[in-house]
């Protein structure tokens, strides 16, 4: 009885174990839920697209996103492994960005998280990176 108690014991810590591996926080709900092309870090907007004061850029060849200010002071890159076309979709991106001087940079494995028209809403729930990046296809 002891034994088999000691196995059930073993079998759900076990699972516990196993589910909690390799799962990802869930998109920010105001980041899939707005309309803005932004990139957003651990909660935090860091970059906002305004039409009149912005520039957005797109090269297919390199699979590389722009979106930045009118001077590209403050700016943010995205290099993707292949383009995004359908929520769902995993890729491979490197998201640069720029702010008051300062540059960093986060790699990892993103989801496509929302799609509208030619827009994507790009997220990473690592626990370490927890970013949520739009980029624009344009034509």
């Not at 799962?23 to 970059?47: C, M, T, Y």
């Not at 008051?100 to 998280?113: I, M």
């Not at 690592?126 to 739009?134: A, E, H, L, Y």
Request: charge should be positive.
């Amino acid at each position: 009885m002891m034994r088999r108690k000691s196995v059930i014991f073993s079998l759900i810590v076990f699972v516990l174990i196993l589910s909690s591996c390799h799962r990802g926080l869930e998109p920010d709900s105001s980041f899939v839920g707005g309309s803005q092309v932004q990139l957003k870090v651990a909660g935090s907007v860091i970059h906002t697209y305004d039409p009149l004061t912005g520039q957005l850029g797109y090269n297919s060849t390199k699979k590389e996103f722009r979106v930045g200010d009118d001077q590209m002071r403050n700016y943010y890159t995205v290099t993707c492994s292949t383009i995004p076309s359908s929520v769902g979709q995993k890729l491979d991106a490197t998201v640069t960005w720029t702010i008051e001087n300062s540059t960093k940079s986060v790699k990892g494995r993103f989801e496509v998280a929302k799609a509208d028209k030619d827009r994507y809403w790009l997220w990473c729930g690592d626990k370490k990176i927890q970013t949520g990046v739009t980029v624009c296809i344009l034509r």
